[in-house]
């Protein structure tokens, strides 16, 4: 029971101004003690062999800010940098976890991205999921950190790694013009804006993207969900079966993930850790970049659609497609099985 209620506790902080409620599976630990925990880990770095247990066990259970003042007292301590020890020490997939936990969710998301787009060709599929997931108000701070860590504008990379349509819809996200949700519901705009997306797609010969793009980058999420929903009394088609016939490659994909996203984002997310763990190994790139990006966000709430879409915990799905210390540490972010 005290977990649950320090987990309301952690939700009641969230609901002033116009912040998304949270839903993490990784809160801040009570009765912390960051120079106990930081001599934990140095002692588990020089450990013959690593002892990654200890590492997984107090990283995982950490906020992000507790994580770094860990770094703080291991560096005063050792008179070394925690993140450079736990990169020489560990390798792979736990690796990775292990080092975006060092990062922010700003920061990790900034990384993220710029990995997808760095060096010969793009991950696309990276580069959709990052900016057409990802709130005004997180996107903000993500152009923020991003200028920060590579001294660079995210929107001049984008542009630099995309073209046409596609190039077009991702730089009007990343502008962040999105409306505040308001309290009035305004049903002749609700109205126009349904007409308007028919007109310029399903309507017509060809589609007039440019009308699209503005609206699905400006509109606030709940004025679009009930655009979506009187989009079909002028349609024979709803919103997505509209996207996959009007626009095709990359620019679908784009679509989709925003109406995904605008319906019901955490559903958005299960549906990809779903793909991501359908065959006998899972897609490992993917699976880390949501448990990771998300564990402090809502992956309580990811977890819940997860169990819905799947009739199997998320928790049993990553044991069965994942071993090792990888398997641990995803499984600790977790929190627990449904």
Not at 185 to 194: L, P
Not at 211 to 217: A, V
Not at 324 to 330: A, M, P, R
Request: proline letters at 2%; a neutral charge.
């Amino acid at each position: 029971m005290a977990l649950v209620s320090e987990f309301l506790g952690q939700l009641t902080l969230n609901f002033g101004g116009e912040s998304e409620p949270k839903f993490p599976t990784v809160v801040t630990a009570r009765d912390f003690d960051p120079a106990k925990d930081a001599a934990r880990i140095e002692t588990a770095v020089k450990t013959k062999g690593v002892d990654e247990l200890t590492i997984i066990d107090i990283l995982t259970r950490r906020s992000y800010s507790q994580r770094r003042e860990i770094a703080f007292e291991y560096e005063k301590r050792s008179k070394k940098d925690m993140i450079t020890a736990l990169k020489g020490a560990l390798s792979g997939s736990l690796e990775a976890v292990i080092l975006g936990l060092m990062k922010s969710t700003a920061q990790y998301d900034a990384s993220e991205i710029k990995g997808s787009i760095k060096g010969l060709g793009t991950d696309e599929e990276t580069l959709i999921e990052m900016v057409c997931s990802r709130s005004a108000e997180e996107l903000v701070e993500i152009k923020r950190v991003y200028k920060e860590m590579f001294k660079k504008e995210l929107e001049k990379d984008v542009a630099g790694d995309t073209s046409g349509d596609f190039r077009s819809l991702l730089l009007a996200l990343v502008q962040a013009k999105r409306d505040e949700p308001s309290n009035i519901v305004d049903y002749e705009k609700i109205d126009q804006d349904a007409r308007a997306l028919y007109e310029a797609g399903v309507k017509r010969k060809g589609t007039d993207v440019a009308t699209w793009i503005t609206i699905m980058s400006e509109r606030s999420v709940p004025h679009l969900q009930k655009v979506f929903d009187r989009y079909k009394s002028y349609s024979p088609y709803d919103m997505q079966e509209s996207i996959r016939k009007e626009v095709k490659g990359d620019l679908e994909k784009s679509f989709l993930t925003l109406v995904e996203c605008f319906e019901n984002k955490q559903q958005y997310f299960a549906n990809r850790l779903s793909e991501a763990m359908k065959g006998k190994s899972a897609k490992e790139k993917v699976v880390t970049r949501i448990v990771v990006s998300r564990c402090e966000v809502d992956l309580m709430k990811i977890r819940t659609e997860f169990k819905k879409l799947n009739q199997k915990s998320l928790y049993q799905t990553i044991a069965e497609h994942t071993k090792g210390d990888y398997q641990k540490v995803l499984l600790s972010l977790c929190g627990g099985d449904d």
